[in-house]
């Protein structure tokens, strides 16, 4: 009986430790994905409309593009994705990003930001 508790203990820690690294995987593609259509320029232009100088936003651009790509930052981006995702449920959000329209919405969401970061100024700015 021993024997049996241990080998399924054994299988049970391989198999999460499989879901684990699956899981860190599928999460870290989520972000590459999801972040590669941020551009300098298109996260200046996001900034500069939420009423930022250019000076600051070029720089706040430079900041969060380095911050992107450090593994430190990924690695806790890849725990907050895992905290929320299985390790199916990331690798579907992976795979979805691969779809031709969602790669266009991801393309289009630095400009898409912009616009809508331009009407909410707009509002905001003749609410008194």
């Known amino acids: 009986m021993r024997k049996l508790i241990f080998l399924l203990l054994m299988i049970s820690q391989s198999s999460y430790a ?6 860190k995987q599928a999460a870290k593609s989520i972000f590459e994905k999801s972040s590669s259509a941020y551009t300098k320029e298109s996260l200046t232009k996001v900034f500069t409309s939420g009423g930022y100088t250019e000076k600051e936003s070029s720089e706040y651009a430079t900041k969060l593009l380095k911050l992107f790509n ?3 930052f990924i690695g806790k981006i890849q725990d907050i994705y895992i905290k929320h995702f299985t390790a199916d449920e990331l690798v579907k959000i992976s795979e979805i990003l691969d779809q ?10 630095p400009v898409i930001q912009q616009e809508m970061s331009a009407e909410i100024n707009k509002i905001t700015s003749s609410i008194k």
């Open 70 to 72: 450090s593994d430190e």
């Open 100 to 109: 031709p329209a969602y790669a266009k919405f991801l393309k289009l969401r």
């Open 18 to 23: 499989v879901d684990s690294e699956q899981a």
